[in-house]
């Protein structure tokens, strides 16, 4: 690209000698952790609470051990903390961090641009500076999609606000129904397939490539539709994803709705759905937000390792 808005090679990059960890901040420690999770508990639902539990190498990643193992990653509970955490990518600062990374192309539907919320039904999200920020409900396309192109830039407050779950916590959920997570997983450690670029509770991104609070990330998405038969899913949903520049996800399928926790399968839905962006009880601030339908971009997409 040549718009002058790219960033700077990430720190993996073949030609960049730095070493691909980032340092980082630890806002999170042990004891924050625990009071993180006796809440998150308590907010849930009384004797069947499900409590966080830490793990991971260095015992921060607060996930769960008592949900069921995940069929395409056997050796994994459901938000597993001791599944391995994709190495910290340093994605190089943006030139021009006050512009937009990518600026919508002549055949992209402008979803928003930092002055018109019209594409979306009527919600309470307000803009602040041409920034749409995350409050108190969900937002929904006007408009329903299939198969697609997506682009749209998000911002986790700085500094940090929110608990355990709360962290930088939005999503964007292709037709509605598959999230592509937002999270602020620079300052917080959750559960890998929870962080920000997981395939929600079912693929964490390949890398970790996100910028701190108070700076902006990127997300690029190719989505494909599931395909239903006779009431049967005979093709599922899939990803490819660049974020912050970075592939993080390559012909991922989603094996079936993101939930929480419960590892569902697919139910037949129409061909098309809504966008939605997530609340999350946290200001995540976005901005330029554009699709390109792309019909039967699923012709061009071969699936793997499907059926599980
Ligand atoms: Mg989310």
């Known amino acids: 690209?040549?718009?002058?808005?790219?960033?700077?090679?990430?720190?993996?990059?073949?030609?960049?000698?730095?070493?691909?960890?980032?340092?980082?901040?630890?806002?999170?420690?042990?004891?924050?952790?625990?009071?993180?999770?006796?809440?998150?508990?308590?907010?849930?639902?009384?004797?069947?609470?499900?409590?966080?539990v830490p793990g991971g190498a260095d015992g921060e990643v607060m996930g769960y051990t008592d949900t069921e193992m995940l069929p395409w990653a056997p050796e994994y509970h459901k938000h597993d903390p001791n599944r391995p955490w994709p190495t910290d990518i340093d994605p190089g600062?943006?030139?021009?961090?006050?512009?937009?990374?990518?600026?919508?192309?002549s055949d992209a539907i402008v979803l928003f641009d930092g002055e018109d919320t019209s594409a979306f039904q009527p919600h309470d999200w307000e803009i602040e500076n041409g920034v749409l920020v995350a409050y108190e409900e969900d937002i929904v396309t006007r408009e329903s999609f299939g198969d697609c192109q997506l682009h749209l830039e998000w911002m986790a407050p700085d500094?940090?606000?929110?608990?355990?779950?709360?962290?930088?916590?939005?999503?964007?959920?292709?037709?509605?129904?598959?999230?592509?997570?937002?999270?602020?997983?620079?300052?917080?450690k959750i559960y890998p397939d929870g962080i920000a670029g997981a395939i929600y509770g079912e693929?964490?991104?390949?890398?970790?490539?996100?910028?701190?609070?108070?700076?902006?990330?990127?997300?690029d998405i190719l989505f494909t539709t599931p395909v239903f038969e006779n009431g049967e899913v005979i093709r599922p949903a899939t990803v490819t994803m660049h974020f912050n520049g970075i592939l993080v996800h390559y012909n991922q399928v989603i094996y079936g709705p993101t939930d929480w926790r419960d590892i569902a399968e697919y139910e037949p839905h129409p061909p098309e759905g809504p966008l939605r962006l997530q609340?999350?009880?946290?200001?995540?601030?976005?901005?330029?937000?554009?699709?390109?339908?792309?019909?039967?971009?699923?012709?061009?997409?071969p699936i793997r390792d499907w059926p599980v």
Not at 93 to 105: I, S
Not at 281 to 300: A, G, H, Q, T
């Open 159 to 188: 500094p940090p606000r929110g608990g355990l779950t709360d962290r930088g916590n939005s999503g964007v959920f292709m037709m509605g129904r598959y999230e592509i997570q937002i999270f602020d997983s620079y300052t917080e």
């Open 203 to 219: 693929t964490p991104p390949m890398v970790h490539p996100i910028r701190p609070p108070g700076q902006w990330n990127s997300y």
């Open 279 to 301: 609340e999350h009880s946290n200001p995540v601030r976005f901005r330029n937000i554009w699709i390109r339908p792309m019909e039967n971009l699923k012709d061009m997409v």
């Open 93 to 105: 600062e943006l030139t021009h961090p006050e512009e937009p990374a990518a600026l919508p192309p």
């Open 1 to 52: 690209m040549d718009n002058g808005h790219d960033p700077l090679p990430p720190s993996n990059a073949a030609n960049v000698k730095a070493g691909g960890t980032m340092s980082r901040r630890r806002f999170l420690h042990a004891s924050a952790a625990a009071t993180g999770a006796a809440v998150w508990a308590a907010a849930c639902n009384g004797a069947n609470a499900a409590e966080l």
